[in-house]
C-alpha cells in the first residue's frame, strides 16, 4: 500500500501520520506538496491535522483551493481511499467530499484522551475494527463541533455514515462524554460511497503503546486489508 | 562617513535623551564614542541596545559567575540558544524567556508573542522545536483582573503553539498576591538537532549578504525592549503598542523554511529579530562576528508607506529573521522562502571596515565605530544590601502561629490545601495546549514531575521541568536559589532522568534598588552553588528586571528550566501510585522546618519563617538514588515533596490521575517527635515518595548513597481512602474529597466572572 500524505504549508500532523504509516505499519508513505498536482500514485490519501493556511477565516476554507486538492477530489471520485484526520476533516468538508461542517467547539480549544466508539465497520478505514468497539486516543482542536440540518443527521444514520460517537468508559454517549459539542456525539463519519473518511480524533497519535494507547492501529490496519483487497 | 540628520528629526535634547531612557552618564559615553552628538537614529539604536533588556548592564557582572561548562555543553550562554550533546550524534537546544511586561498589559499577544519568540530562538541555531514549557506567576484569582490575565494568557500560548505543531508538555503555575500588578510570563522551548547541523548567529565573511527573512516591518512594538525595561504603572496600558502582535502561521512557514535554508548550506548565519528588532539583531551578529556590517533601510520590506530608519531599526514586528547568505547565493535563498510562500531581501552586507553603519539609501543615517556599540555598553554594580523588613519576617517564629480551630481534624488542613491554586491540577490551562503532537509525548503535563518525551530513532528520552518558589527566594535569596535548582533536578531525577543542564529567567524588581540588587546577587549564587553541586551547568537565559508594580515588586522569581536525560525512555516513571499492595517508600527526611509554606500562606495568609534548608549533597544523592532506582526497574511512581509537604505529595500520588484513583495507608509514627503539621506540611527539602513491588531492594539503593529511607506503608484500592497514621491519630481523607478539591479548584475559581466581559473596566486594575 502506498499512502500519500498532502502536506499544506500550515500542516503539523503530516510526520505524525508518516511514521503510523511507515514505522508502525511497514507500509510506504510519500509526502505530497499542496502545491503540486501528483498524487505519485498513491492508494490512500491523507489529508493530516495541523492548520493548513493559519486558519483565521475557517478551519480548512483555503485549504481546499490548494492544487493539489483537485486531484485529492478525483482520487475520491474514482473510488480511492482518503482520509481526513482533524483539520484534513474540517478540509474535507470544506472540499464538499464530506457533508456537514466543523463548527468552533462549544467549550473552546480541547486537547485530551477520549474514547470513540466504533460504529459500522463496513468502510476501509473500520474494517478490521468490531460494531461497538471502543478506542481510546487524543483529541486537539478547538474547531471539532460537527454541525449538520437535522435532515442530513437523519440520513448519514440511515445510510450508517456515522462512523464513531464520543462515548463515556461504559461505552455510552454522554453530555460529559462529548468534548466538543458536536452534533448526536458525532465523532467521524464516511460520503454515502464510503471511501472518504474524516474524524476529529488523533487515530496516528495512538500506534504505540509507549505514547499511552495503541487503539489506533486497528484503523490503520483497516487500510492495510482496503488497500490488498 | 558622518551621518547626517534627516529632514524631520527632532533635535537632540535632554528631555529627548531622558525620553529614550537613557541617563546623563549613558548619553556622555555615547558622545564620547562617537566624538559628535548621536543622530535621532544613532539615539534611537542605542537607547535600544543599551537597554536592560537587550544589554544586560545590571546584570553581566554576576552572571559571568553562573557555571557555565561541562564536557557535553555544545553552547553555552551568548547565543539564541543553549545546546547540549545528548549522544548519538544528537543535541538539544533549550531557552526559556520571559514576556512579563507585554502579557501584564495585553496577556493574548503578550504571552503568545513570547512563544514565538522563545520558538525562534530554538529554531535559528537549525533545531526542531520538540517542545514547549511555561512557568506563570500570577495574583490571587479572588481577582477578576488576574482571571482576566490567566485566560488570555492560556489562550495565547495555546493559540501560538498548537498553531505551530510544538507539543506543550510541563511547566509550573504559581498565584500569589506579590504577583498581582505583574505577573511572570516566561517561555521556554526545547528543539532537537543533529550535531553538525548547528548553526550560530555570528556574522562572517566579508562581502556575504545579510537578507531580512520573513514577515515585513511594520510599524508595531517600537521601543518593547525599552518598555520591558520599565517598572509598570498605572500609564502602562498607554504603551499596548508597543506589544506586537503575533502570527504563528507565518512562524510555522519561517520555522520550516529556515530549516531548510540551515540544511541547504547556503547561509553562514541566522539571528532572530527579537527584542529591539533589526537593530539588536544586526548589532549583535557583527559584535560575534567582530566584522563590520551596512544596512541600507531602504531595502527591508515594509508593511507601511513612509516609514523612517528609526522606525524601521526599532520595530519589534514578529516572525522576522536575519541570515548571513553566501555572496553570490542569494537566489537560492530567495527560493527557499517563496516555497514557502515567504520574501528575503538583501538589505546589507559583511563589510571589512570595523563600523555598524546603517544608510537610507545613499546616505549614512548612523554609524558607530566598530563593535563598540555592544562592547562599550555601560555595565553597573549597584549596592545590595538586604531589606529589614525581610530579615525580620524571615526570623519570625512561624511555629508560635496559632492552628485554627477546624485543623484539629488534619484531614480539613490537607483539603484545603489541596484547592489551593498553587497546588491544584493545572488541568484547566494544559487541556487548552496541544500535548501529544509530534507523537512523542511519554509523559504529559500532570502525568509525573517532569514531562517526558521520546527521541525517535534511539532508546533515549528527554526530561523537562521548569521550577522556582519565589516565596523561598523573597524569604532567603541565597536559599531559594539553591532550591530552585535542586526542585528542578530532582523533578527530573522522578521520571527516571538525569539532570544535565538548566536554562534560566531570572525574573527580578528594580536592580537600582540595593534590597532587589541584594536578592539579585544573593539567588544567583546560591543558584551556581546548585549548578555546581548537581553539575547543570547554565547554557543561557534570560533576564528580566523592573517587574514591578504600583504595589512593589514581585517575588524574586529566578525560574529554572531544567532538561534531563533518560538511557531509556521505555523506564520513565509516572507520579500516581499505580499497583494495590506496592511498598511506599519515603526518601528523605521530614523536619520541624514550616517556615514559607503554602501551609502557612494558604491557610494562615502568612508569608513569613526562613524557607527549609536545602542540602546540596543530599540533594545530589537524592538524585542518584532515584536514578539508580528507576533505571534497575524498581519504582512503580515517583513525586517528590514540595509546595504542601509530605501530606499534599502523597494526596497527589493518590489522586492526580483521575482515571485511576489509589488509596494509600502510611505511618509517620517513625518521627512522632516532630510537630505534627511540620511533619504533614512542612517543606523539608531533599525528600520524594516512591511506591515499589521490591522496597528491599530500594532500601538498599537508598543506603548506598546515604540517603535515609523508610518503607511508610502500603498502596491500596481507591475505596480505602488515604488514611495517614500522625501523632498517635488515623487521618482519613476520602478520596472524593480530596480529588474533587484537586481538580476543581481552579475551573471553578475561573467560572467565577466571564474573564472577557469585565475586561474593559479591568485597565483600571479594579477588583470584582
Not at chain 1, 457533508?99 to 473500520?126: C, K, Q
Not at chain 2, 529567567?505 to 552553588?529: H, K, V, Y
Not at chain 2, 531544567?562 to 517508600?585: C, E, K, N, Q, Y
Not at chain 2, 505511618?667 to 531533599?686: H, I, N, T, V, Y
Request: hydrophobic share 40%; glycine share 10%.
Amino acid at each position: 500500500m502506498k499512502v500519500g500524505i498532502v502536506r499544506f504549508p500550515g500542516s503539523n500532523c503530516e510526520d505524525d501520520a508518516f511514521h503510523a504509516v511507515v514505522y508502525q505499519l511497514g507500509e510506504e508513505a510519500v509526502m505530497l506538496w499542496h502545491k503540486d498536482h501528483d498524487l505519485q500514485g498513491s492508494d490512500v490519501i491523507i489529508l493530516p491535522g495541523g492548520f493548513s493556511y493559519g486558519d483565521y477565516l475557517r478551519a480548512g476554507a483555503i485549504a481546499r483551493f490548494s492544487p493539489i486538492m483537485s486531484e485529492v477530489a478525483a482520487h475520491a471520485k474514482n473510488g480511492g481511499i482518503v482520509l481526513g484526520i482533524c483539520n484534513g476533516f474540517q478540509i474535507a468538508c470544506e472540499a464538499g467530499l464530506l457533508p456537514g461542517a466543523l463548527l468552533h467547539n462549544d467549550v473552546g480549544y480541547r486537547s485530551m484522551p477520549v474514547t470513540i466508539r466504533v460504529e459500522h465497520a463496513n468502510t476501509a478505514f473500520t474494517s478490521a475494527a468490531k460494531v461497538g468497539q471502543c478506542l481510546t486516543m487524543p483529541i486537539a482542536h478547538g474547531e471539532g463541533r460537527f454541525a449538520a440540518s437535522e435532515d442530513l443527521l437523519d440520513e448519514l444514520e440511515s445510510n450508517a455514515q456515522v462512523l464513531f460517537r464520543y462515548v463515556d468508559a461504559s461505552g455510552e454517549t454522554t453530555v460529559d462524554a462529548n468534548p466538543n459539542g458536536a452534533m448526536r456525539s458525532i465523532a467521524g463519519i464516511c460520503n454515502a460511497a464510503r471511501n472518504v473518511i474524516g474524524l476529529m480524533p488523533h487515530p496516528e497519535r495512538a500506534v504505540d503503546p509507549i505514547l499511552g494507547s495503541d487503539d489506533g492501529l486497528v484503523l490503520f490496519e483497516s487500510l492495510l486489508v482496503a488497500a490488498h483487497a | 562617513m558622518t551621518p547626517t540628520p534627516r529632514p524631520g528629526d527632532p533635535t537632540i535634547t535632554p528631555a529627548l535623551v531622558a525620553e529614550h531612557g537613557l541617563t546623563r552618564d549613558e548619553y556622555d559615553r555615547l558622545v564620547n564614542m562617537l566624538g559628535r552628538t548621536p543622530t535621532f537614529t544613532e539615539l534611537g539604536i542605542v537607547s535600544a541596545l543599551w537597554s536592560e533588556h537587550c544589554s544586560y548592564k545590571h546584570s553581566r557582572p554576576l552572571l559571568k559567575k553562573l557555571p557555565t561548562n561541562a564536557p557535553y555543553v555544545l553552547q553555552g550562554p551568548g547565543e539564541n540558544a543553549g545546546v547540549i550533546s545528548i549522544g548519538d550524534g544528537l543535541a538539544v537546544a533549550f531557552k526559556i524567556e520571559s514576556h512579563n511586561h507585554p502579557s501584564a498589559v495585553e496577556p493574548y499577544q503578550g504571552a503568545a508573542t513570547g512563544v514565538g519568540g522563545i520558538l525562534r530562538d530554538v529554531f535559528t541555531m537549525g533545531a526542531r522545536p520538540i517542545a514547549m514549557l511555561n512557568s506563570l506567576r500570577f495574583g490571587s484569582l479572588d481577582s477578576a483582573r488576574v482571571r482576566y490575565l490567566v485566560a488570555g494568557v492560556v489562550r495565547g500560548i495555546g493559540d501560538y503553539g498548537n498553531c505551530m505543531g510544538v507539543p506543550t508538555v510541563a511547566g509550573d503555575v504559581m498565584f500569589d498576591a506579590a504577583y498581582e500588578g505583574n505577573p511572570l510570563v516566561n517561555a521556554m522551548c526545547v528543539g532537537i538537532l543533529r550535531e553538525d547541523e548547528l548553526i550560530r548567529a555570528k556574522a562572517q565573511g566579508i562581502g556575504n549578504k545579510i537578507m531580512a527573512v520573513g514577515a515585513r516591518t511594520g510599524r508595531d512594538g517600537i521601543h518593547g525592549a525599552s518598555f520591558a525595561s520599565e517598572d509598570l504603572s498605572h500609564n502602562s496600558d498607554a504603551k499596548r503598542p508597543r506589544v506586537q502582535v503575533g502570527d504563528p502561521f507565518t512562524e510555522k512557514l519561517l520555522l520550516e523554511a529556515t530549516l531548510e535554508l540551515i540544511a541547504s548550506g547556503h547561509v553562514v548565519a541566522v539571528q532572530d529579530m527579537g527584542a529591539a528588532g533589526l537593530t539588536s539583531s544586526s548589532a549583535e551578529m557583527a559584535e560575534r562576528g567582530d566584522v563590520g556590517v551596512t544596512i541600507d533601510t531602504l531595502k527591508v520590506p515594509v508593511r507601511e508607506s513612509g516609514m523612517t530608519p528609526y522606525e524601521i531599526l526599532l520595530s519589534e514586528s514578529q516572525e522576522r529573521m536575519l541570515v548571513v547568505a553566501i555572496k553570490g547565493r542569494e537566489e537560492k535563498v530567495r527560493a527557499i522562502l517563496a516555497k514557502w510562500d515567504l520574501t528575503a531581501e538583501v538589505i546589507g552586507e559583511v563589510i571589512a571596515e570595523p563600523v555598524y553603519r546603517v544608510t537610507e539609501g545613499k546616505k549614512v543615517v548612523a554609524e558607530f565605530p566598530g563593535t563598540r556599540l555592544v562592547t562599550d555598553c555601560p555595565q553597573y554594580h549597584p549596592e545590595a544590601k538586604e531589606s529589614e523588613a525581610i530579615i525580620a519576617l524571615r526570623n519570625r517564629d512561624v511555629n508560635a502561629i496559632p492552628a485554627l480551630p477546624q485543623e484539629r481534624n488534619s484531614a480539613w488542613t490537607l483539603c484545603r490545601l489541596m484547592e489551593s491554586p498553587t497546588i491544584a491540577s493545572k488541568r484547566w490551562l494544559y487541556r487548552q495546549y496541544d500535548s501529544t503532537v509530534r507523537t512523542n509525548t511519554v509523559i504529559g503535563p500532570g502525568g509525573g514531575d517532569a514531562a517526558v518525551l521520546r527521541i525517535r530513532g534511539t532508546t533515549k528520552g528527554l526530561a523537562l521541568k521548569t521550577d522556582c518558589n519565589g516565596r523561598y527566594v523573597y524569604l532567603d535569596p541565597r536559599v531559594g536559589g539553591r532550591i530552585a535548582v535542586a526542585e528542578a533536578a530532582r523533578n527530573v531525577a522522578c521520571v527516571g532522568a538525569r539532570p544535565m543542564a538548566i536554562t534560566n529567567c531570572l525574573n527580578f524588581g528594580n536592580p537600582t534598588r540595593p534590597d532587589i540588587f541584594f536578592q539579585f546577587r544573593e539567588a544567583l549564587a546560591g543558584m551556581s552553588e546548585a549548578c555546581v553541586a548537581l553539575g547543570t551547568p547554565v547554557t543561557g537565559g534570560n533576564v528580566s528586571l523592573y517587574n514591578e508594580s504600583p504595589a512593589g515588586a514581585v517575588y524574586p522569581t529566578p525560574t529554572i528550566g531544567m532538561v534531563g536525560l533518560l538511557d531509556d525512555v521505555s523506564r520513565a516513571t509516572p507520579m500516581s501510585f499505580r499497583a494495590p499492595d506496592d511498598a511506599i517508600i519515603l526518601l528523605g527526611e521530614p523536619t520541624d522546618e514550616l517556615g514559607a509554606s503554602e501551609y502557612l500562606a494558604w491557610i494562615h495568609g502568612v508569608v513569613a519563617g526562613a524557607p527549609p534548608a536545602c542540602d546540596l549533597t543530599k540533594e545530589r544523592a537524592l538524585v542518584e538514588t532515584l536514578h539508580e532506582s528507576i533505571n534497575a526497574g524498581l519504582l512503580h511512581s515517583a513525586h517528590d515533596c514540595s509546595e504542601g509537604g509530605f501530606a499534599v505529595a502523597i494526596a497527589e500520588c493518590c489522586v492526580a490521575n483521575p482515571l485511576a484513583l489509589r488509596g494509600a495507608m502510611v505511618d509517620l509514627s517513625p518521627w512522632k517527635a516532630l510537630a505534627s503539621r511540620a511533619l504533614l506540611f512542612g517543606e523539608a527539602q531533599g525528600r520524594a515518595i516512591v511506591s515499589t513491588s521490591d522496597a528491599e531492594a530500594v532500601l538498599a539503593i537508598a543506603k548506598k548513597h546515604g540517603i535515609p529511607a523508610r518503607n511508610i506503608g502500603t498502596v491500596k484500592p481507591h475505596n480505602e481512602g488515604l488514611v495517614i497514621i500522625v501523632s498517635g491519630h488515623s487521618m482519613r481523607s476520602p478520596l472524593l474529597d480530596l480529588s474533587s478539591a484537586y481538580h476543581d479548584a481552579i475551573p471553578r475559581a475561573m467560572q467565577r466572572a466571564p474573564a472577557e466581559q469585565v475586561s474593559a473596566e479591568l485597565a483600571t486594575g479594579a477588583t470584582v
